[in-house]
């Protein structure tokens, strides 16, 4: 028997299988945002879930249902029929399923703390929720409505009934919707088991730069990729997590729930990571700090045209500072090393770990990826009754959830 699959199925999983056997219900309201939903549905696909649009009346005359059919290569609900499609929607599989509405108007909101189901999306939503379903919704409206008291009382309701809130962004008079990469993030974590709910959670990313003159500086290409990873992976596993970000990492959009501490420099990375790591319960130090520094700075700008000649001394290993001072965190340190084996990897880090200072190590030869890629290949070293080496390889994001998991 020939199965022929829709086209636009064949992203499914391309760039990662963590949704995969998922299914997301998406409820597209009639909000001016709404051409932002196909982007979602198609972002869900790419990471490995089947997505099912509802759409209301008011949506479909923003925007043909015909168009998610395309996105998705399932059929899309506007009307409800005797195939009671709300309840088939929501009946199987409820551990495996979540819904979504991307965009949510003032209207639908509020209906939807009242408990009216006078269209397809609405009744889905509370058949849903009524399964134990979550349900994530997504609001985008103008500012003066977002800011009516009774849009912040249908909000505080939906929250007090488990609703989840992606709070818009506030832009000049517009609530707006957020990045679709944020709220792939919230749909993550409500998939991922919660092995470090109530815990505190402080991460490093980046490379610190240390100045030579008031322009130059000296610094490395570490791109924090691996360190928002980890700080990304903690908050979804349930983590109050703060992020001490290099301001020269890369440009990744991270859930507004994670408190970001920005740095440039040497001495700002250690007073900030001083600060933060005193009452956290976990530190996973994977910013590249500066080793050395100048014996002395020079004032303004270094003339060019002469050879010059510098001093260089070493800085004080910050790890070394906060080890100190806080004793009782458990601490995960990144160590990078240049063209070694796997076993000098791990004899490298088997040091570390024996030097009292972090209680895992993942050791990484730098040679082996170019900075900045996705892809990471490692050898993590902890010490449980004795010490064990396991080699984890592949994307960063993979690697920082395997790390957490063990």
């Known amino acids: 028997m020939l199965v022929l699959i829709h086209p636009s199925k064949t992203i499914i999983g391309e760039k990662s299988k963590r949704l995969v056997g998922k299914k997301v219900i998406l409820g597209i309201a009639s909000s001016a945002a709404i051409y932002r939903s196909i982007d979602l549905a198609r972002e869900l696909m790419r990471h490995g879930a089947e997505v099912y649009v509802v759409m209301t009346n008011e949506a479909v005359k923003l925007i043909s249902p015909e168009m998610f059919k395309w996105a998705t290569g399932n059929l899309v609900l506007v009307d409800l029929t005797g195939d009671i499609e709300h309840i088939s929607y929501t009946y199987d599989d409820q551990k495996n399923t979540i819904m979504v509405i991307a965009p949510a108007t003032a209207n639908t909101m509020t209906k939807l703390s009242l408990g009216i189901a006078d269209n397809a999306l609405l009744t889905t939503a509370l058949s849903a929720m009524g399964n134990e379903i979550p349900l994530i919704v997504v609001p985008a409206m103008h500012l003066s409505m977002w800011n009516s008291p ?18 818009p962004y506030v832009i000049g008079d517009k609530a707006k919707y957020p990045p679709n990469a944020e709220i792939v993030e919230y749909i993550f974590r409500a998939f991922t088991p919660k092995n470090l709910s109530e815990k505190k959670v402080v991460v490093s990313a980046g490379a610190t730069r240390i100045y030579i003159d008031d322009i130059r500086f000296i610094s490395n290409p570490s791109s924090g ?16 997590v703060t992020l001490i970000l290099s301001k020269s990492a890369s440009s990744v959009v991270v859930p507004r729930d994670i408190n970001i501490v920005s740095f440039e420099t040497y001495e700002e990375a250690k007073e900030a990571l001083l600060k933060y790591t005193e ?5 996973i130090h994977a910013a590249a700090i500066s080793d050395f520094k100048p014996v002395r700075k020079f004032e303004g700008k270094i003339k060019s045209g002469k050879s010059l000649e510098l001093i260089l001394e070493p800085t004080e290993k910050i790890l070394e500072l906060v080890a100190k001072k806080q004793k009782a965190m458990y601490v995960i340190a990144f160590k990078a090393e240049w063209r070694k084996t796997d ?16 209680n895992a190590v993942v050791a990484n030869d730098v040679s082996r990826h170019i900075f900045g890629s996705d892809e990471t290949d490692v050898i993590l070293v902890y010490k449980d009754r004795d010490i ?18 063990l």
């Open 279 to 283: 009452s956290c319960d976990v530190f």
């Open 225 to 240: 990729k691996m360190g928002i990873a980890m700080a990304l992976e903690a908050w979804l596993r349930g983590a109050e």
């Open 343 to 358: 076993d000098e990897l791990a004899e490298s880090a088997k040091e570390y770990i024996e030097s009292g200072e972090a």
């Open 388 to 405: 064990t080496k396991i080699r984890l390889t592949g994307l960063k994001r993979e690697v920082a959830g395997r790390i957490l998991d």
């Open 150 to 167: 009774q849009i912040k009382k249908t909000i505080s309701k939906l929250k007090e009934i488990g609703v989840e809130i992606v709070e």
